[in-house]
């Protein structure tokens, strides 16, 4: 069965420039999760949805995030402008629901010069 | 205090012992509790998980979980060089869940 599909792995991009991560869950997965992982703050979520639909976005750093979920399997995450300390390794995952246990994708480490 | 406390290690064990992995957490409303092992570079990898107070075994591995003191461990028998990563522990309440920011372990041959 196929995992959840992160694309691009990598991207190196200069400040200021547009970043959109993409992200497959797996199919029959209700809950898709964002997340950036670094050194100093750990595995951090970023945003959720339910069903396609956003129900908690407080992790999202400032307005420069932003996430959609247009249908069941994609999503999109978009950083504009970029800067440098969002440089990270960002990670999405997916559930069948409710507490059920989250599966990573393989993450997007992201450079921003 | 953290809402997800792990000591960040490295914890050293030799190869063939036990390895005892340990982790507090804030929320007493807390629901679900996962291990997740994460090898350097690699995105995470659900080890266990466990929702009720005891013990849970799969292979190699026991989960032991009490709400009352707010804890829960991770247990790895006959310790392997492959297990050596680091391990993350995670608190659910609904669908949100707090991670923890790891215990390194490295089994030593």
């Known amino acids: 069965d196929a995992g959840v599909i992160q694309s691009p792995r990598h991207e190196v991009t200069e400040m200021g420039q547009e970043v959109t991560l993409r992200c497959k869950p797996i199919s029959g997965h209700n809950s898709l999760f964002w997340y950036r992982q670094t050194m100093m703050r750990g595995l951090e979520l970023l945003i959720y949805?339910?069903?396609?639909?956003?129900?908690?976005d407080s992790g999202m750093p400032e307005d420069r995030f932003s996430a959609k979920m247009p249908n069941a399997s994609f999503s999109t995450l978009k950083i504009q402008p970029s800067e440098p300390r969002d440089s990270a390794v960002y990670f999405c995952a997916s559930s069948l629901d409710g507490n059920q246990p989250q599966h990573f994708g393989d993450g997007t480490r992201l450079s921003i010069l | 205090q953290k809402e997800v406390e792990q000591n960040s290690g490295p914890l050293s064990v030799p190869e063939g012992a036990i390895a005892s992995l340990n982790c507090t957490y804030s929320d007493r409303g807390s629901q679900s509790f996962f291990w997740y092992r994460q090898y350097s570079g690699k995105s995470p990898e659900l080890i266990m998980f466990?929702?009720?107070?005891g013990d849970k075994e799969d292979g190699r591995f026991t989960a032991q979980l009490n709400k009352a003191s707010q804890y829960v461990s991770l247990l790895i028998r006959d310790s392997q060089p492959s297990d050596s990563a680091t391990y993350l522990c995670?608190?659910?309440?609904?669908?949100?869940?707090?991670f923890g920011t790891g215990t390194q372990l490295k089994v030593e041959l």
């Open positions: 995670a608190v659910g309440r609904g669908n949100k869940l707090t």
């Open positions: 466990i929702y009720s107070n």
């Open positions: 949805f339910n069903n396609n639909v956003p129900i908690d």
